[in-house]
């Protein structure tokens, strides 16, 4: 057998793992996939009407709420790596002749089908809310390709921050940063009615450019070339940055 597909039979066995974790962990489940939902039902039935944005409150929040739904999934990953490392599992993995690469790539594919677990499940209630699209098919699959750039980048720097932390805790207050940067973006109201040095803030950090793209994909309206640009940038960044930061960390502490 070759290395190659060795290297894949232990990342599905690790990507079953990780999942059967995530099922046993209700918290993890509602973090991922639940939470974001009621943080949709409370800003479109609670917040929606004081906001004034472009159409309709649902129509604009959706794209926002979708990268949200990608960051909440984060923590639990974080924390899970750290108590792989902290406790002896990665050692137990290496006397079974286990991939050393499998396990980080597990934790990263798990992550990446949880996020889109999640993103399937904001996008199903928008509709039910009323979240109308007039993208095409084309711009339905830029948008996919978009999301599932954006998990996979974003899981491979939560495995960083996790292999980095030295506890459990810790690992899971490192997320922190990534989980409410979207609050501080365009998320939920346009940047241009906030405050100054909020504003230029949110205009400037990773994840307005990526929410600017989905809502303009979404809508079926024009997509600035410049926030396309920076949403790609930001989102490959982030991938080189957490694979680099991970491997590095895992060679010293594994």
Known sequence: MSTASTALGDSAIMLRRNFRHTVRNPVTVFNAILFPIVMMLMFVYVFGGAFKVPGSYVDYAVPG??????????????ASVNDDMTKGIINRFKTMDVSRGAVLTGHV??????ALIAVGAIIGVGFAMGFRSHGS????????????????????LTVAMGLSAKSVESAGLATVPLIMLPFLSSAFVPAATMKTGVKQFAEYQPFTPIIEV???????????TS???????????????GYVWAVSTFKKRA
Do not use: E, K, N
Not at 109 to 114: D, E, F, I, K, P
Not at 214 to 224: A, N
């Open 227 to 241: 926030h396309t640009v920076q949403a790609l940038a930001w989102c490959v960044g982030f991938a080189l940055l």
């Open 109 to 114: 594919v798990a992550t990446t089908v949880r």
């Open 137 to 156: 098919a084309l711009d339905w699959l830029a948008a996919l390709g978009l999301v599932l750039l954006l998990a996979f980048a974003t899981s491979w």
């Open 65 to 78: 709420l979708i990268v949200m739904a990608i960051t909440y999934g984060l923590g639990p990953t974080a």
């Open 214 to 224: 989905l809502r303009g994909l979404l809508s079926g309206g024009h997509v600035s």
